[in-house]
């Protein structure tokens, strides 16, 4: 199997940005906010194209402070990122979501970079780093769908058991989701760069098993963290 990818010029990257400006156009013409879109899409690329040359200089250090430091920043930044959904002080559950990723999301990213994939060095940044986003990433979405939920059925008059359930239910459905569609409906992205990149698609399919289960492990143990810790904060 040929093993090396395609490399893509930045003329023919180009070409990929020829149905998003469609949209972008259509918006426009539509007289819908088109300038959140272009602001997006000008954010994405310039973001990823930032953080390509800082992933390059931290894999070339491959220095295990430096990866525990990204590691501090990506968490610290979802837990903020979470609470944007909901009303009450960001500040006042900041350290409760804080918290609950690292509980849920955490001890993931330690079980499968030190038990499933047995890292040498175990901080190894190809692995960790890219891994630890996908479970940081998942945590935060599935916190912020389960407080945006929890504090709606709470401004319902709902009594908060009650309400809990139907927020962890309501955090769980992309994830779950997700779980129904891989392999049938979609390839997702670790399964199709690793086949891009030339690996056999038997071992991409172990490595994607792998990432499915954590992403539901850490969304689910994070989330019901968060459910159980803020439960004063919206009595």
């Known amino acids: ?31 819908l906010n088109y300038r959140n879109a272009l602001y997006a899409v000008s954010r994405m690329l310039i973001q990823l194209l930032l953080i390509g040359y800082f992933l390059a200089f931290i894999f070339e250090a491959d220095q295990a402070w430096i990866v525990l430091l990204v590691l501090t920043v990506m ?21 409760l979501t804080l918290l609950s990723i690292i509980a849920g ?4 990213l330690v079980l499968v970079t030190q038990g499933v994939l047995q890292l040498q060095p175990w901080y190894w940044p190809q692995y960790m780093i890219p891994l630890a986003g996908m479970i940081f ?6 916190i912020s769908l389960a407080a945006e939920r929890l504090e709606s059925e709470m401004a319902r008059g709902m009594q908060y058991g009650e309400a809990r359930g139907i927020a962890l239910k309501a955090s769980l459905i992309p994830i779950t989701n997700s779980l129904f569609a ?20 038997l071992i991409a399919a172990r490595y994607q098993i792998m990432v499915m289960c954590m992403i539901y492990g850490s969304a689910g143990i994070s989330t019901c963290c968060f459910l159980r810790l803020v439960k004063s904060a919206f009595d």
């Open 75 to 95: 968490v610290s930044a979802a837990s903020w990122i979470a609470l944007r959904t909901i009303k009450l002080s960001q500040k006042k559950l900041y350290l």
């Open 137 to 142: 990433a998942n945590s935060m979405n599935s």
């Open 105 to 108: 999301g955490g001890t993931t």
């Open 182 to 201: 891989v392999g049938l409906v979609s390839l997702p992205g670790m399964m199709t760069g690793q086949i891009l990149s030339g690996v056999s698609p």
């Open 1 to 31: 199997m040929k093993e090396s990818i395609q490399i893509i010029s930045p003329l023919n990257l180009a070409l990929a940005f020829v149905p998003v400006f469609i949209v972008i156009t259509i918006l426009y013409k539509w007289s």
